[in-house]
């Protein structure tokens, strides 16, 4: 692996920020973003311990405003026509 550059690193920052502002964590959104396409049915998500299956079960559970998938959009960081989870 190589670190990531610059532009990649300035777009995470971006969509945490956004994420923070609707205070939802960085992984929840991330979680759920897929289940949004609708050929998406699942999302295997890669566990070492108990807890972190606990953990995930609970983010991809919790809610997600929609204004948190909006912003993402009027920001440029998602395209105006990829879904989103509802």
Known sequence: YK?????????????????RRHEVPLRRAALQFPLGHPAVSSVVMGAV??????????????????????????????GADVPVPE
Do not use: F, H, N
Not at 3 to 19: M, N, Q
């Open 3 to 19: 670190p990531a550059p610059p532009e990649i690193l300035a777009r995470v920052a971006a969509i945490e920020t956004i994420c």
């Open 49 to 78: 311990s108990p807890a972190e299956v606990a953990d995930q079960l609970a983010e991809i559970a919790a809610p997600v405003p929609s204004e948190l998938w909006s912003a993402l959009k009027a920001e440029g960081l998602l």
